[in-house]
């Protein structure tokens, strides 16, 4: 007759250790952080890399652009980003403008880099994809649309 061992169900400190507490989660305590939060950290770090003109999509820069006229309003910097964030992992959407002359998956690459590099810093999650869409690409041809406007001769008299 074989004799079973019995299964233990108790749990070391090892195992504790590798599977929930973290940055995040501990003994003392758990801290939850909320979309906006890590919206507006990946929106800021996407700013900072050259080649990045603007985020979001056409609908969204136009309603930026309004919003950026109201005397007193704020930028919306979580503009054209998504996220998802659980537990421990988060998952990023950037919609984006790039500048003309910009290799966009070297421009890909570098703001991945730095929306992975600071989400995880500031907020101690694991950031699990940054999916990025170009939308369209700015052309700084050196005009601007009211200027242009005034300076012109008119049609009629």
């Known amino acids: 007759m074989t004799e079973k061992k019995p299964e233990t169900t108790a749990t070391t400190t090892t195992d504790v250790a590798t599977r929930g507490t973290g940055a995040l989660a501990s003994e003392q305590g758990r801290t939850s952080i909320a ?5 507006k950290i990946a929106g800021i770090a996407a700013r ?6 603007a985020l979001g999509g056409g609908t969204a820069r136009a309603v930026g652009a309004l919003r ?5 309003s704020r ?14 992992q ?9 500048e003309y002359g910009v290799s966009i998956a070297d421009l890909a690459q570098a703001v991945r880099r730095n929306v992975i590099g600071s989400v995880e810093r500031m907020t ?10 170009v939308h369209d690409i700015f052309l700084d041809d050196g005009l601007d649309d009211a200027d242009t406007s005034a300076s012109s001769a008119p049609r009629v008299e």
């Open 75 to 88: 930028t919306n910097l979580s503009q054209g980003v998504a996220v998802e964030v659980g537990e421990r």
């Open 124 to 133: 101690g999650l694991e950031v699990t994809e940054v999916n990025i869409t």
């Open 68 to 72: 950026d006229r109201i005397p007193g």
């Open 48 to 53: 900072d890399i050259s080649g990045v003109h």
């Open 90 to 98: 988060a998952a990023v959407d950037l919609d984006l403008v790039a």
């Open 35 to 39: 979309d906006a939060v890590v919206s």
